[in-house]
């Protein structure tokens, strides 16, 4: 596997463990079906209690069950995990840094021990509703309100709105649900952990995908859902509740496009070495050599970002800027260096039968969701010059 600077010989015992785990999951149960998956438009649902016993979901975070592995660990384990499909990625992604993460971070003592273990291990899926159709990249115009009432258990808030474009949310037990609390002063946005099976939730899927198709999408309707004012993470109010747990799963995002691009970089060099025309293999060429040459350098360059904001995230430095611009770089670089290795297979390189269009197709969406590519730099021109170009 590419490791061109020799990254790996620093690895600590752990972080090879759970690479080598992680790595051995991938090629065993999803690189043999995940072409037809892809294809059907289907999740390989069976995976989420067996990537729970696998420890997948949040393995960072520490307490409640959870191992409190190193950040570089974290990252190795998202590389290989979207080396095998940006799908699988995203539900490792969702499950820990967006659902698990506030709970941790913001939630009460009581929804950290109903609902972190379950989610650990699968049993739960979560997913979080922050996009609206008519807020995706301003997600603070959201609309979906809570309003205080009296129910007959005590306290309680009515939740309507719309959310769109939800990664699982179909398949969800528990939704992490961003909504304006139109009763306090101000209506700041809150996080409400709301069950699905709730009269007033729907759950509609988004069939209609030509990225990330083996992965759920789907909507969340809330019409006058009631919860609990237990429900409410008691412990955040405001746009960096929900800004928080983008930068940790934007975080595990520049480590998985890396490997995304690593799989690209893998295919094409294989076919370029074993398929002959004009009587020699296509490697032997110069112009493809200087296009193997050009991806290695950029999933290089990648992987080093990554390791970087790993030791950054690790002694509490990191910042979300910093993320910024490993998302814009690395995800931009994935989606650059997939079409080239897509370009190397000829016509094989359109299929399912090998990875590198299916890595292309996903990458549209990965350099939309989580901040657009537009977005990212945005926010790095406003770091760097101190005018915000997009508030
Ligand atoms: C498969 C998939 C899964 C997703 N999963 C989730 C999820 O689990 N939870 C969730 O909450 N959301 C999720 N999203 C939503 C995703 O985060 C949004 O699609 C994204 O934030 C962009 O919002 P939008 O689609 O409304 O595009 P818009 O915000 O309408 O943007 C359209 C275009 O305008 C550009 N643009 C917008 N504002 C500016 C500006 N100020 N300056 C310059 N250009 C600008 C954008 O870069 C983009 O190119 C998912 C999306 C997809 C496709």
Redesign the pocket.
């Known amino acids: 596997m590419l490791d061109y600077v020799g990254l790996e010989a620093d690895l600590g015992q752990e972080e090879r463990m759970i690479r080598d785990t992680a790595r051995e999951f991938v090629d065993e149960n999803v690189a043999p079906d995940i072409g037809s998956h892809f294809e059907n438009g289907t999740f390989p649902e069976e995976l989420i209690t067996e990537m729970g016993e696998l420890g997948f979901y949040a393995p960072n975070l520490e307490g409640y069950g959870l191992p409190g592995v190193s950040e570089t660990a974290y990252g190795l384990l998202m590389q290989e995990l979207e080396a095998g499909d940006s799908g699988i990625r995203s539900m490792a992604s969702?499950q820990g840094a967006?659902v698990m993460y506030p709970i941790h971070a913001f939630g009460s003592e009581e929804q950290k021990e109903r609902w972190l273990p379950d989610l650990a291990n699968g049993e739960k899926i979560g997913?979080?509703?922050?996009?609206e159709p008519e807020h995706?990249?301003?997600p603070a115009g959201m609309e979906t309100r809570a309003e205080r009432a009296s129910g007959h258990a005590g306290d309680e808030y009515v939740l309507s709105g719309s959310?769109t474009?939800?990664?699982n949310s179909p398949i969800a037990d528990v939704a992490v649900v961003w909504a304006r609390d139109t009763s306090a002063e101000g209506s700041p946005v809150r996080g409400f952990l709301v069950e699905t099976d709730k009269e007033g939730v729907s759950t509609n899927e988004i069939d209609e995908?030509l990225?990330?198709r083996a992965?759920v999408?789907g909507e969340i309707g809330l019409s006058n859902v009631r919860v609990p004012e237990s429900a409410v993470l008691p412990g955040v109010e405001g746009m960096k509740g929900p800004l928080s747990c983008l930068t940790q799963a934007r975080y595990g995002i520049t480590w998985g496009a890396a490997g995304a691009a690593r799989d690209c970089f893998e295919t094409a060099r294989d076919y370029a070495t074993d398929r002959e025309q004009f009587d020699t293999p296509i490697a032997s060429f110069q112009l493809q050599q200087g296009k193997l040459a050009e991806m290695a350098t950029a999933i290089t360059t990648a992987q080093l970002l990554s390791h970087r904001l790993a030791d950054l995230k690790e002694r509490g430095d990191l910042r979300p800027q910093q993320v910024s611009m490993a998302k814009y770089n690395n995800v931009s670089m994935a989606r650059d260096q997939a079409r080239v290795a897509r370009e190397m297979l000829g016509g094989n390189g359109i299929t399912t039968d090998y990875s590198p269009m299916r890595h292309l197709a996903n990458m549209e969406?990965v350099y939309?969701?989580?901040?657009?590519?537009?977005?990212h730099s945005?926010i790095l021109g406003q770091d760097l010059t101190g005018f915000s170009a997009?508030e």
């Open positions: 969702v967006l997913c979080f509703g922050l996009t995706g990249s301003n959310k474009w939800i990664t995908k990225s990330m992965s999408t969406t939309t969701y989580e901040g657009t590519h537009d977005i945005l997009f």
